[in-house]
């Protein structure tokens, strides 16, 4: 599962701002929501629960336009992405629509063997 490296990540002591990205079909499908809450919410984090189909409601939910909203600040920090092969690829794309340096974007590629 991609939420399993950030929780990972977030037991870590490391400085600075965190903003979670979640993105799940609907809340019953997020495992370790409450879990992966709590810890945001320890290092005065954000979560966003990003739910519903990639076809639903017509806005990309990882397109450059959607990230700048949730993470304003999104070509500053290092970001990490992981999950599904399209999910990684669409978040890669509106990365680099936003000139998020590359130095600065970290992808774990995940999926079944």
């Not at 290092?43 to 909203?69: K, M, N, Q």
């Not at 999950?83 to 690829?89: D, Q, S």
Request: net charge neutral; proline share 8%.
């Amino acid at each position: 599962m991609g939420i399993t490296p950030v929780r990972a990540m977030l037991e870590e002591e490391a400085p600075g701002d965190v903003v979670v990205l979640y993105r799940v079909r609907s809340e019953v499908d997020a495992v370790l929501l409450n879990e992966v809450r709590h810890m945001v919410a320890l290092r005065g984090g954000r979560l966003h629960l990003l739910t519903g189909r990639t076809s639903e409601g017509g806005t990309a939910p990882f397109g450059p336009g959607s990230l700048h909203r949730l993470v304003p600040d999104i070509t500053e920090p290092n970001v990490y992405v992981c999950g599904p092969p399209a999910m990684t690829r669409a978040v890669l794309a509106g990365l680099r629509d936003l000139w998020v340096p590359a130095r600065q974007v970290h992808a774990e590629k995940f999926g079944l063997a």
